[in-house]
């Protein structure tokens, strides 16, 4: 069964992401990130500016098949036709279809959106519902 985790109290929830992903990636996950066009839009530019040091390989799913196989990170508006499974990152507002595909679901959510904040809620309760067990990350616990 997918492990669920909620990381909520994000103050920047891009920067944060892509934080998550050089994390993520640096152990060698392999991780499908879903989001609306305009949020991947966004993402692609923090993951290209994170840091002088830092490279975070990743693709789109628009980009061809060899390289999306390849890439440790894939940005997409829809997961289910990720090449791999292993951790599905969700930047949109509503369950991910094919989510129980994937090792592990981590959802991000916003500190100061309320709309981000009801959104979560919502998902919480889809996933509760149907007996996912939901790990808590309070971010502002971390700070």
Known sequence: MTEIGFHFNAPDKLAYACRLLRKATGGGARVVVVAPGAALDLLDRG?????PTDFLAHCRAT???P???AS???LTEAADAAPHHQVLLNLGGEVPQ???RFERLIE???LGDEDDRK???ARWKHYADRGYSITRHDLALKA
């Open 67 to 69: 390289m999306r196989r």
């Open 98 to 100: 094919g989510f129980g």
């Open 108 to 110: 991000v959510v916003s």
């Open 47 to 51: 993951l290209w500016s994170l840091s």
């Open 72 to 74: 440790p990170i894939l």
């Open 119 to 121: 959104g979560a809620r």
């Open 63 to 65: 980009d061809p098949e």
